[in-house]
């Protein structure tokens, strides 16, 4: 966050309210998962149910492979594997499935949010994409 904005805020709690507001109130859908090897989804916002038709309770735990299919692109999931095995950030599109099976195009950025060099958690903005 901007050196401004900290000084503006004066402390770390009011700083995460703020993110927190800012994850709930978004637009686009916003994923949060572990830094385990599954990925295991840790926060998902309201724009995240409205695009995927999961609310946010019923994916807590697992992993956003739920959203892929048959037609999901494999070389571009690959792609987001080495970037997660390398600490590297993501842009891509694929066909994603909501809840009722109906395929949508996914176009979604991931990103690892680090302390030091070690990544804490990994953040996905994600919204849906007119053309593949
Ligand atoms: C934060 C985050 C968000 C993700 N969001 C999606 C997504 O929206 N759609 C998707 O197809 N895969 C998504 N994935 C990718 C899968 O969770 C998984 O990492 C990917 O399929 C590679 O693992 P695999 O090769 O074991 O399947 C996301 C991964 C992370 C870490």
Sequence with gaps: M????????????VSLSVL???????????LITDATKDSKIIYANK??????????DE???KTPRILQGPAT?????????????TGGRFEGKAINYKKDGT????????????V????????AIQREGTTI
Excluded: H, Q
């Design 59 to 61: 994916v807590l735990g």
């Design 116 to 123: 030091g060099k070690n990544t804490k958690v990994w953040l």
């Design 20 to 30: 927190k507001a800012l994850a709930e109130n978004s637009f686009d859908s916003i």
């Design 2 to 13: 901007a050196k401004s904005v900290e000084k503006v805020l004066e402390g770390a709690d």
């Design 73 to 85: 692109d494999n070389a571009v999931i690959a792609r987001l594997s080495t970037a997660l095995k």
């Design 47 to 56: 724009a995240f149910k409205k695009l995927t038709g999961f609310s946010p």
């Design 103 to 114: 395929p949508f195009i996914m176009y979604w950025r991931v990103v690892p949010a680090k």
